[in-house]
Nanobody, 124 residues
Framework: QVQLVESGGGLVQAGGSLRLSCAAS????????MAWFRQAPGKEREFVGA????????YYADSVKGRFTISRDNAKNTVYLQMNSLKPEDTAVYYC?????????????????WGQGTQVTVSS
């Protein structure tokens, strides 16, 4: 079992930056693929990016590529999402997710554990 707790959300102006954190507790965090998703009001949850357990592979949605960066510190059981050049369309609740696999995927139903989410609001 893995428990995930996100933090770092808030209100920022367009063009600004935020860094989200996801603290994991439970067993063998280092063997899990980790991902970030987001969900805007009235929309489906969508993939943002993911990172392999070994940190040698990252994968991003086209909408955030070049602006967002995922990293992880397995010693601290934490995964990060650095978000730069934020746009109003990035406004959403951001969720951290974990998958007990070395394979990185982008589909919601392939992830086993989820955090409660953190709100990110980007004003124009």
């Amino acid at each position: 079992q893995v428990q995930l707790v996100e933090s770092g959300g808030g209100l920022v102006q367009a063009g600004g930056s935020l860094r989200l954190s996801c603290a994991a507790s439970g067993r063998t965090f280092g063997s899990y693929a980790m991902a970030w998703f987001r969900q805007a009001p009235g929309k489906e949850r969508e993939f943002v990016g993911a990172i392999s357990w070994s940190r040698d592979y990252t994968y991003y949605a086209d909408s955030v590529k070049g602006r967002f960066t995922i990293s992880r510190d397995n010693a601290k059981n934490t995964v990060y999402l650095q978000m730069n050049s934020l746009k109003p369309e990035d406004t959403a609740v951001y969720y951290c997710a974990a998958r007990n696999s070395i394979v990185v995927v982008s589909t919601v139903d392939r992830y086993d554990y989820w955090g409660q989410g953190t709100q990110v609001t980007v004003s124009s």
